[in-house]
């Protein structure tokens, strides 16, 4: 039986085709698994990093980062981890020893020292001491207890980036070019996220908001706004503290209460009555970090004003 010439040429059509991208596929290098505490956290490393990594993240949507405990199967991934990067927030003081004892070869990227974390406790302070209540008791040990809630003020994310940006390159030093790019895209974005909140903000007189879970401390401080926190440490405030409370939200005229979904809206909705403050859901644990930065700062002038 004789081939006619259409079908001798295929044959050699697909070899050529498999010469040519068969090195491709060789070259195509896997991607790095890193673990990350936060949503935010996956947003920064994948500007940076693009389709160079997989990214793990302990924390999902409507969970606490003060009580989450990690799944078995999270867990399991961390095996496959080469980073992990850290933000401070409570649940990492209890796992990440567990998570250097599952991989051993896990590189943990602290947040920057250029990074001064603030205390927790702020204007609230001075309602300490109330004999039958158990929020804000005196001692040292509120006096050390630092905000971890850095990601929620854009300059300080951009020595995160610088971080994640070093991190990689230490470990995967062939691909620098790509984090470079990424990083410097990254800070673009948020130099352009500063200057749209910024904006937003222009004007506002009273700058006075409560907040019942304290995540806005650095945004406040970027921004010139004072926040007055009902909760610290996942404690509720006792009936003295909340009527303590209720005068200074009268005092300084307070007319927004900030909430999140992942603590008690009961406190806030007290207050509020007293008061006629308005209650606004925001959420510091949003993925998608720069439009959510964004519309906190309308919702933020539009009650504020």
């Known amino acids: 039986m004789r081939l006619n010439r259409t079908q001798c040429q295929m044959p050699a059509r697909c070899l050529v085709l498999v010469i040519l991208f068969c090195p491709v596929i060789a070259l195509a290098a896997p991607k790095l698994t890193v673990g990350v505490?936060?949503?935010?956290?996956?947003?920064?490393?994948?500007?940076?990093?693009?389709?160079?990594?997989?990214?793990?993240?302990?924390?999902?949507?409507?969970?606490?980062?003060?009580?989450?405990?990690?799944?078995?199967?999270?867990?399991?991934?961390?095996?496959?981890?080469?980073?992990?990067?850290?933000?401070?927030?409570?649940?990492?003081?209890?796992?990440?020893?567990?998570?250097t004892q599952i991989n051993p070869k896990l590189k943990l990227v602290p947040l920057p020292e250029s990074i001064v974390l603030r205390p927790m406790r702020h204007d609230i302070e001075s309602l300490a001491g109330d004999g039958d209540d158990s929020h804000h008791e005196q001692g040292d040990s509120h006096a050390a207890m630092l905000d971890p809630h850095v990601w929620l003020n854009p300059r300080l994310v951009k020595h995160i980036a610088e971080s994640i940006k070093t991190a990689f390159i230490a470990i995967d030093p062939e691909s620098q070019p790509v984090y470079e790019a990424g990083y410097r895209r990254f800070i673009l974005e948020l130099d352009e996220l500063d200057q749209y909140i910024r904006e937003q903000l222009a004007g506002v007189k009273n700058r006075r908001f409560m907040v019942y879970h304290p995540s806005w401390g650095y945004f406040a401080d970027e921004y010139a706004l004072e926040q007055i926190p009902i909760e610290i440490e996942g404690k509720q405030p006792g009936a003295k503290t909340l009527s303590r409370l209720i005068e200074i939200a009268k005092q300084k005229q307070v007319k927004v209460i900030f909430v999140q979904q992942q603590f008690s809206e009961r406190d806030a909705k007290t207050i509020a009555g007293q008061v006629g403050a308005k209650i606004v859901k925001v959420d510091p644990l949003a993925g998608d970090y720069i439009e959510n930065l964004k519309r906190v700062s309308r919702q933020f002038a539009e009650v504020l004003r």
């Open 37 to 99: 505490s936060l949503l935010p956290q996956k947003f920064f490393v994948e500007r940076i990093a693009g389709d160079r990594a997989r990214v793990i993240v302990m924390v999902r949507p409507g969970q606490n980062e003060v009580t989450y405990e990690p799944k078995p199967s999270q867990l399991a991934q961390i095996e496959e981890a080469a980073l992990y990067f850290l933000m401070a927030v409570p649940f990492e003081a209890r796992w990440i020893k567990t998570f």
